[in-house]
């Protein structure tokens, strides 16, 4: 596991936590949660749980609420079990995909372009956003847990902006998909969207920002970082990259298709060998499981003044790709074989 850290409320400055440390609240969050069904107790492996307290700076009794106010939400939501059919047409414009190349970490890029939004639908843009952030965790690497946004805002404009989905999308990326978020890449942001950003700075941590990056394809410095994260051969033109061929609907939909079928082994314990054993509560029932967020939880760790934290902490991007800053304020936010390419399916595993 990754070094952890926890503020220490007597002198307001951060301690590393050590493994033992981070495996011990990790094992009280299972602890307290207490038995799930197979699809539950599958989400709740140790890097599950371990995402949501880096989330809650390592306060168990933050993290719990956090990941059984999930855990409800999947039982409802049932994300895994969104279909291509299903949502299809709010993907026709590319507005969000799953590109085809990974970059030089392996990491699954999700590619957003803000102008192409094409439905007036918040459910439906809610429920297509849901469907890429699984389809991206599907096809992470065992050795990677987050992923990375291409953001294009190529055409934006202030009427792309959506205050209502900017609020709903935050509540779905910040409370259920947290620390998934690797760097965000802003690709030729208009101007007028630099104030916003210098605003929202001062009210993230050094470890949020830090991970979005402002890259402008006419400068050599800022193009340097796109250069040092991807191969170029494989990175779309839009990107500066060599590969012309751009977003095609028809092969996106034969993609999404065959991911669609490796799903339900995805959510199945033969895929999953770090989630704890569980009694079979197939039949179990929402009420009756030991899901009341308000619940007791371990306290012996309070966390000083900290933020709500997501995908990275505190900042998420809409389906319409608004930046979002703690949860509400907002600032107006392809196929062959190679190791850069996500054709080549990878084992299925435990990213839960």
């Not at 802003?186 to 101007?191: G, M, S, T």
């Not at 990175?235 to 609907?249: C, M, N, P, T, Y």
């Amino acid at each position: 596991m990754s070094e952890g850290v926890k503020r220490s409320s007597s002198n307001g400055f951060e301690k590393p936590l050590t493994t033992e440390h981070q495996q011990e609240k990790v094992n009280e969050v299972r602890r307290l949660v207490g038995p799930l069904p197979e699809k539950l107790s599958i989400y709740c492996s140790d890097a599950s749980i371990e995402r949501h307290l880096r989330a809650r700076n390592w306060n168990v009794k933050k993290a719990l609420k956090m990941l059984k106010e999930t855990l409800k939400w999947r039982v409802a939501y049932k994300p895994e079990e969104i279909r291509w059919e299903e949502i299809a047409h709010e993907a026709h414009t590319g507005k969000i995909y799953r590109s085809s190349y990974v970059d030089k970490h392996g990491r699954t890029v999700l590619v957003m372009r803000p102008s192409c939004q094409n439905s007036k639908s918040i459910k439906g843009q809610i429920k297509y956003l849901v469907y890429c952030m699984e389809n991206a965790i599907l096809n992470l690497p065992p050795d990677q847990e987050q992923m990375v946004w291409l953001i294009d805002f190529s055409g934006f404009n202030l009427s792309h902006i959506s205050l209502k989905v900017t609020r709903e999308t935050a509540h779905v990326l910040q409370d259920h998909y947290p620390e998934r978020l690797g760097l965000a890449i802003l690709y030729n942001p208009p101007k007028f969207f630099e104030p916003f950003w210098m605003v929202a700075k001062a009210f993230l941590e050094p470890k949020t920002y830090n991970k979005v990056k402002f890259v402008y394809s006419d400068e050599i410095n800022s193009m340097k970082i796109v250069e040092d994260l991807f191969d170029m051969d494989y990175l779309e033109a839009a990107f500066g990259g060599k590969d012309s061929v751009g977003f095609d609907i028809n092969k996106y939909a034969e993609r999404m298709k065959e991911d669609d079928r490796r799903m339900p082994s995805f959510w199945t314990r033969a895929s999953s060998p770090s989630a704890a054993p569980q009694p079979d509560l197939a039949s179990a029932t929402l009420d009756s499981l030991n899901l009341d967020s308000n619940s007791d939880a371990s306290d012996d760790d309070k966390t000083e003044g900290s933020m709500p934290h997501g995908i990275d902490s505190d900042t998420v991007f809409t389906d319409e790709n608004t930046l979002v800053i703690d949860g509400g304020k907002k600032e107006s936010e392809s196929e062959s074989e190679d190791p850069h390419r996500t054709d080549v399916k990878p084992d299925d595993k435990a990213h839960a």
